[in-house]
Structure formats: C-alpha cells, structure tokens
C-alpha cells in the first residue's frame, strides 16, 4: 500500500486565506503587495487612525448609538463586550447570540454581542463595520440579499470596509501579529 504525503498548500494561499470568493483579479493585485512587502504600508496609509473605543463599556454605548440609529425596534442587547477568546483564525471577528431561558412561565431571550479583543487597536471604520455586521443579524439571520441591504443601510461603506479589513488582517498575519493563542 503506497503512502500518501500531505502537501501543505502554498504560502500564497496561506496569505490570502481571509479574500476567499474574491475575484481573481483582485487576488492577483493583492498578491503583487504581498510580494512588494507593501500591503501593510498600504493599509496603514488608508486607515491611519485608531479608534477611540476601547473599554466594554465604550464598545456598548457605541452599539447602543448605532442600533438606536438603526434598529429602534429591534429586540434589546443585553451585553456588548470585547472577547479575548475569540480568534480570527476560527474565521469570527464577532458574535452574536441569543440564548432563550424559561423565566416564570414565560419565553425570555437575552442576546449578546462580543468582537475579538483585536480589534481594540484597530482602525474605526473596522469596528464600524463589525459592529454593524453583528447588528443586522438581530433582524437577519442569515447571510443574504436582505443582510447585505441592512449593513449597508447602516454603513454605506460597508463592502469596501470588510474588504479593507480582510486587508487588514492578512497585513497582520504576515507580519506575525495575529498568532494562535494557546
């Protein structure tokens, strides 16, 4: 019986495993600043600034502002936090979840919103768009035509920022900053 080798796929596919269903083009482009070393000065250059919100606190008015903004009748947050266990690695920049209790007699559900720790240092408009994400999916669920339009309805920048930020993380990774956690 032959063995089998697992060949690890290519460094190129490793860099560009946050741009997965992007166009080819673009992948191309993004790998031409990969090679020049230049990606991450790119993105520094068009996102200089770090935001302000840096405390669970903080993160909570600011989800509060946004959805009072946008989703006054949308069902209540009963926390907003900042999670150091989550990991981009698992593909999840934040969470939302709704947890459903029996509480004399009667249906309660309490949902949460939490964003990876990462993202205290990062660029506001980075946040936005996370915060943003998570908010939609209070009112939908899943990742469809009607999600899109409400992100967007909030952020209309809202592609350009997750794509900025897909940036943003693989200029992380191949610098060495975004390191499994043990």
């Not at 673009?26 to 993105?43: F, M, P, R, T, Y």
């Not at 969470?95 to 209790?101: G, K, N, P, Q, V």
């Not at 994400?133 to 309805?153: G, N, Q, S, T, W």
């Amino acid at each position: 019986m032959a063995t089998q080798h697992l060949v690890p796929p290519p460094a190129s596919a490793l860099a560009l495993k946050y741009l997965g269903g992007y166009p080819p083009h673009l992948l191309a482009q993004v790998q031409s600043l990969i090679d020049a070393g230049k990606l991450g000065e790119v993105i520094r250059s068009r996102y200089p600034d770090r935001h302000e919100v840096r405390t669970d606190k903080a993160l909570y008015e600011h989800v509060m502002d946004l959805k009072q903004r946008h989703l006054r009748s949308s069902e209540p947050l009963s926390k907003v936090a900042y999670d150091g266990k989550l990991q981009v690695i698992a593909h999840a920049l934040g969470t939302h979840t709704a947890i459903s209790r029996v509480q004399g007699g009667k249906l309660k559900a309490k949902r949460e919103i939490r964003v990876a720790s990462l993202f205290k240092e990062a660029p506001p408009e980075f946040l936005q768009m996370i915060v943003v994400h998570e908010l939609a999916h209070i009112k939908e669920r899943a990742h469809d035509k009607a999600f899109y339009k409400l992100c967007v309805h909030m952020e209309p920048n809202y592609h350009q920022y997750e794509f900025d930020l897909r940036l943003y993380l693989t200029a992380q990774d191949l610098e060495g900053r975004l390191q499994p956690e043990d």
